[in-house]
């Protein structure tokens, strides 16, 4: 397992993307522990983006439940109709927010939290398990260059669910 990330820090969203990619499959592939692959998923997009928040919140009993993550404290718990990454689930769709105020239900983790994009992550068999949650301190943060780059990281996952 590689000890260290390799990217270039001036890169751009897009190369980086490119960059930690590759490192992501190969650190999972040799691992068979999910939550073991989830923390250090977070710990890669954190590093390499620094982000405010990047974290998994996991279908468990009927409800989303905080999984790995990195940042500031966050809910344990939300349901399925509440908040942005509730809408992930219930939509199954990637949601973009450029500006968290203007999201209605939007659950305040950080009051640092200025935009947001969660991703639905699905199993094999095309069932929904989780999502993956990531949180910016500025505004409009996020773009279609995320929603494909962290497609592909939920991708991976999905692989070893
Ligand atoms: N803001 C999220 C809750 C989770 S935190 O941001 C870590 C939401 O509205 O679903």
Known sequence: MAESLAFSKTSGRETL????IPQIKSLVE??????????NITAVLKEAFGF????FYLEKGGQLVLGPFQGP??????NFDQGVCGHAYTTQEIVIVPN???????IVCSSASRSEIVLPIFDKSGEIFGVLDVDSDRLSDFSETDAQGLS??????????
């Open 73 to 78: 404290l966050a809910c344990t718990r939300i």
């Open 30 to 39: 040799g691992e068979s522990d999910l939550i073991a692959n989830l923390a």
């Open 52 to 55: 405010l928040w990047v974290g």
């Open 17 to 20: 993307y490119k960059e930690i």
């Open 152 to 161: 592909r990281i939920t991708d991976i996952i999905t692989k070893i669910l």
């Open 100 to 106: 968290v105020d203007e999201f209605p239900g939007h």
